[in-house]
């Protein structure tokens, strides 16, 4: 087993650390914030202040170079040559803020590239996922497996206690469940046939955020797609700080990704908010969704 990368280790303290105030900030920040962010998406309070607190948390980290956020056009330089000892941290600071007004889970993903973004996922060094469900849960994925984490409030600096509940995560063996974005009418033919395939299979889990829904194929096994729209070939989720990361995750349990053709780790972006269609899961349903895609 290889020895933990101590800058690793420090990026997730210090977003774990972040995780019980941006859980207590929410209630006071569900209003919308009168601006739009890079993919032109309605920002509300709650994701101007997940953001704000996490640049604030991961610029002190010693070996974090460069910040990328969904919420800000370009890279922020946090000191430190990217590529040359530093990192490049990619955050979707709250992913799935529309759920803010309906009560429903939320996360926060982080990628933890070793070059300067925009990269391909093959960069990545780590990659990682907060979850606001009943539980305040953290998924870290590293060259060492993925563990699944407890965060918890304690009154002792960092204020927090990380307790890890599995050291190993790896996706059960058979699918369970499956949850797909966008609208019917919105999937190109191909994808609607698939997705007519797999409903006569699984249960339908979906919650309207990447983090519930991907946490649900990691816990039950199963597929979690935002495919490609007919409108819009590129799907709505961002590489950098959405797909990337949670190819890296579901990859490292021994699951699979796709854009459709390919690994999601294996797409050359051109700009830090590329979007890219998303399909995780067990390697099973991905590959009949490449052949559907193909056919
Ligand atoms: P974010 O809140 O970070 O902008 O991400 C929202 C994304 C993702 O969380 C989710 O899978 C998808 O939007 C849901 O889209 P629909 O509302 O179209 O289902
Ligand atoms: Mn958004
Ligand atoms: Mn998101
Ligand atoms: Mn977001």
Redesign the pocket.
Known sequence: MTDADPVVEAVFDAVAATAPEIRDALPGRRVESGTENP?G?TVLAGDVYADELLLEALSAVEGVGSFVS?ERPEAIDVGGAVGEGAYAVAI?P?????NLRSNNTMGTVVGVYDAPLPASGRDLVAAGYVLYGPITTMIVADDRGVREEVVERDGDDPGVTRSVVDDDLTLPDEPTVYGF??RVPDWPAAFREYAREVEDELKLRYG????G?VNQVVTYGGVFA?PALVDAPEG??RLSF?ANPIAYIVESMGGASSDGSGSILDVEPDGIHDRVPLHVGNEGPIDRLEAALDG
């Open positions: 993919s998406e969904e979707d709250l992913d799935g803020s529309s974005g966008g309207g955020s990447m983090v829904d935002y709505k989720l959405e």
